[in-house]
């Protein structure tokens, strides 16, 4: 587990403000923050992510519908349409697609917390929470 990983956890686990997310993600340079958008959408399909969880995400992440991410994530399968939201290149829409895919993270991991952690588990993430 790395510095990243504690951060963007922390992140979607609401233990540290997107602000703060933000104005690191701002630091990084081009490739850091692709490396991490890919990153995020790894642990979105890893917290099985639904297209259900789309509206929600736009609507915490603080988007428009017309945003780029926000229209990509409301179409088709989300497991490509989270690559593509990574893929996005301007500096603004990368900013976005951070916001969102923490957002993202930050349902999907909640539901399966719930659904599969319940009664305790040994994911490090999740103990990050309870310390």
């Known amino acids: 587990m790395n ?13 540290r403000p997107i602000s703060e997310g933000i104005e690191w993600f701002d630091g990084l340079g081009q490739e850091e923050q692709a490396q991490t958008l890919r ?6 399909t890893q917290a099985r992510a639904v297209p259900e969880d789309g509206p929600e995400s736009i609507r915490r992440a603080g988007l428009r519908p017309t ?4 229209v990509l994530i409301s179409r088709g399968r989300i497991d490509e ?10 500096l ?7 916001r969102l895919l923490i957002a993202v993270l ?5 539901r399966r917390r719930k659904r599969f952690c319940s ?12 310390a």
């Open 92 to 98: 603004d829409e990368r900013r976005k697609a951070f």
């Open 81 to 90: 349409q989270l690559g593509k939201i990574a893929g996005l290149a301007p």
């Open 39 to 44: 990153f995020l959408v790894h642990h979105c």
């Open 3 to 15: 510095e990243r990983d504690v951060l963007l956890n922390e992140l979607a686990q609401g233990l």
């Open 106 to 110: 930050t349902i999907a991991d909640a």
């Open 119 to 130: 009664g305790g588990c040994s994911h490090w993430w999740h103990r990050l929470s309870a």
């Open 67 to 70: 945003h780029t991410p926000a």
